[in-house]
């Protein structure tokens, strides 16, 4: 947070370690430490994060992007790195991280981002402006169980609230009193928004077209079964850093 209110470095906190610090940099010091204690994350209270090399701008509208879903942008980067134009459909936009860096590292690709949340899509937009990705980038403020499309997508891509009602409770402070509890959870069991999105990959996706889920720990197996009811194979399931099953990909057949 200091080096942040300075706007140097972590190291030059230690090379600088007798500059007294002027009364607005202990004021708002001492708010920032306030609200940390309080819980707040720190993304919020300096209102950034990093995401795939990209800084995104964070407020309590948006999710604050996760490294897991690094893994989740990278997946997708490999599997297309060599397809000419790709129709991308993110649902659950968010902050745009995932939306923002296919747009950015995936030649060619057109990317549709959309999101319940018109606070969610406003940060998305002030995002892709700040990283001109808005030529390849379009969002909209909308529902994805009444929403219509003009066109049929190459891929799906969604990270939507996968935390269970029950375990929402168990979560730490930073989590449940501040981040969008809409992001977080379905209120239900985790596997709403997968039932939801899977019912309408037929009809949004290309023949061959394909889906790549965020997935919380423990739901694999139960989010292959939902695609698979809904016409998807060829799924893979793929592990984050720590061992966790964290990605699940599917085609439609
Ligand atoms: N797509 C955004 C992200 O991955 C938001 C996800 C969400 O709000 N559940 O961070």
Not at 57 to 75: A, H, K, S
Not at 104 to 115: M, S, T
Not at 201 to 216: H, M, T, V
Request: charged fraction near 30%.
């Amino acid at each position: 947070m200091l080096s942040e209110i300075l706007n140097c470095k972590r190291l030059d906190l230690y090379l600088k370690f007798d500059q007294p610090l002027k009364s607005n940099e202990v004021d708002k010091y001492r708010e920032w430490i306030f609200r940390r204690g309080k819980f707040e994350p720190l993304q919020y209270i300096t209102g950034k994060v990093e995401f795939y090399g990209i800084t995104f701008r964070v407020t309590p509208d948006v999710l604050i992007p996760r490294p897991e879903t690094e893994i989740l942008v990278e997946t997708i980067l490999n599997d297309y790195k060599n397809n000419g134009a790709v129709k991308v459909l993110d649902i659950g936009v968010g902050s745009g991280c995932i939306a923002i860096s296919l747009a950015k590292n995936l030649a060619g690709c057109e990317v549709l981002g959309i999101d319940i949340s018109e606070d969610a899509i406003r940060i998305a937009g002030e995002n892709s402006n700040a990283c001109e990705a808005v030529d390849k980038l379009k969002l909209i403020a909308g529902d994805i169980r009444h929403q219509s499309f003009q066109e049929q997508f190459d891929l799906i891509v969604s990270n939507p609230p996968y935390v269970s009602k029950n375990e929402f409770e168990t979560l730490q402070k930073e989590i449940k009193e501040y981040e969008p509890s809409i992001a977080v959870t379905d209120q239900n069991d985790g596997l709403d928004f997968y039932r939801i999105i899977s019912t309408r990959l037929d009809s949004l996706l290309k023949p061959a077209g394909k889906i790549y889920f965020e997935i919380g720990k423990d739901q694999a197996s139960e989010v292959a079964d939902i695609l698979r009811e809904n016409g998807i194979s060829k799924i893979i399931v793929i592990k984050d850093l720590q061992g966790i099953e964290r990605i699940i990909t599917g085609e439609k057949e």
